[in-house]
């Protein structure tokens, strides 16, 4: 098993540019997470989806929006990128207690 | 809100040395708590939990007890290796069957040999 995986890896982009997060898990796992990692404030949810088929706003959602595609895959966009969301992003799944994490994307706005 | 307070890091120790990482939360009513740690380069992954008071979790040489009545969570390990230099995250769940997490902001611990 895979597990969680994330493509990119890295990412620059301009301001104003826009880009799609991908993730997929392969555990059959019912709900999906996105985070940013920022130095000094652990990690924030950006969004979640329960199910396939649902989404909904976590802490920290302005400037994304999200797509749950089917049950294994959960993607994040950035529709006109600010130097504000340079950050590392997270994507985890989870059934019950634990939550399983992606890699990560680390994501440079300039 | 629901939050999580841990000690701010870093934590540099001597290999060998007793560890002791501390976390306390607020919430409404006792959710499930959680230590995470985060190798340099990588994604979480998830050390212990303990779901209710009382509980101790433990993995790896790692210990955690749930006390409802100083609503804290520590991390403990009686003995750290070079290989536990890393960051680590306390973490609570709440919004029931979501399972959403808050993290503290983490504490990197450094180990030196």
């Known amino acids: 098993n895979a597990g969680v995986t994330q493509t990119p890896k890295f990412q620059v982009l301009k301001t104003g540019q826009s880009m799609t997060l991908q993730c997929a898990q392969d555990?059959?796992?019912?709900?999906m997470y996105w985070y940013r990692q920022d130095p000094g404030m652990g990690l924030r949810l950006i969004y979640y989806?329960?199910?396939?088929?649902?989404?909904d706003k976590g802490e920290v959602p302005n400037g994304y929006n999200v797509s749950r595609l089917n049950k294994r895959e959960f993607s994040l966009r950035l529709e006109s990128a600010a130097p504000s969301q340079t950050s590392v992003y997270f994507c985890a799944s989870s059934e019950q207690y634990e939550q399983y994490f992606g890699p990560g994307t680390r994501l440079t706005v300039t | 809100g629901d939050s999580v307070t841990q000690m701010e890091g870093p934590v540099t120790l001597s290999e060998e040395a007793f560890l002791t990482i501390n976390c306390t939360y607020t919430a409404t009513g006792y959710p499930s708590l959680f230590w995470y740690v985060q190798y340099p380069g990588e994604g979480l992954q998830l050390l212990l939990k303990a779901t209710k008071a009382d509980d101790k979790g433990s993995n790896k040489g790692f210990e955690a007890t749930y006390r409802k009545e100083t609503t804290s969570f520590h991390l403990e390990k009686g003995s750290v290796q070079v290989s536990d230099s890393a960051v680590y995250f306390c973490?609570?769940?709440?919004?029931?069957?979501?399972?959403?997490?808050?993290f503290g902001t983490g504490t990197l611990l450094a180990v030196q040999p």
């Open positions: 555990m059959n796992h019912n709900s």
């Open positions: 989806s329960a199910s396939e088929g649902t989404t």
């Open positions: 973490a609570l769940a709440y919004g029931g069957a979501t399972n959403k997490l808050i």
